[in-house]
């Protein structure tokens, strides 16, 4: 159990935003978006790294799931326009899962099973394969080094995670 999370992760969430305000303060940013990456431990959160821009999927995931466009709301940030901001509400968890090498790196892909079952899945709505045979496997190598990418709706938390355990079950590698 993480230090100060409660039932509904109210608590939790204020110590998020709370060093994420925090995090952007220190730095003296006052306008812009901003990439805020925080690791949640046993010790409560702790910050990971600040970028000034918009993260990776960050933008496209707000837009399916609050239906707000980050993008959008940055470019008038940028053109000194105003920019409202509403709250969002999340009627759903939206996710992007990286299939990524396993641990035990200095491997090669030789095959990368179960794609189609995954994308049979319930809540999948796009598979992508991103790494071809005889591709050396290193998960150090980040987002760069990851095999494939599932995109995907799920109705709330507990689901998302029974549909990463599918995931992980389901799809098998072959490297040597």
Do not use: C
């Not at 730095?27 to 010790?43: A, D, M, Q, R, Y």
């Not at 000194?80 to 709250?87: G, I, M, N, Y």
């Not at 995954?118 to 709505?125: H, R």
């Not at 995931?167 to 072959?174: C, D, G, M, W």
């Amino acid at each position: 159990v993480l230090r100060g999370s409660s039932v509904g992760g109210t608590t939790l969430r204020s110590e998020v935003l709370a060093l994420t305000e925090a995090s952007i303060h220190a730095l003296g940013i006052t306008g812009g978006v901003t990439h805020v990456e925080i690791k949640l431990t046993p010790h409560g959160p702790r910050l990971i790294e600040v970028n000034g821009r918009m993260g990776g999927y960050v933008g496209a995931l707000l837009r399916r799931s609050a239906r707000f466009d980050l993008l959008r709301a940055a470019l008038r940030e940028a053109l000194s326009l105003p920019v409202e901001l509403p709250e969002l509400s999340f009627p759903a968890v939206e996710y992007v899962y990286f299939v990524t090498p396993p641990a035990d790196s200095g491997q090669t892909l030789t095959a990368l099973h179960g794609l189609a079952d995954v994308a049979a899945l319930d809540g999948v709505w796009q598979v992508k394969a991103e790494a071809a045979e005889g591709r050396s496997l290193d998960w150090r190598n980040g987002t760069e080094g990851h095999l494939g990418t599932v995109h995907g709706t799920a109705a709330d938390h507990d689901r998302l995670r029974a549909t990463i355990a599918a995931i992980e079950s389901t799809i098998v590698l072959e490297s040597a």
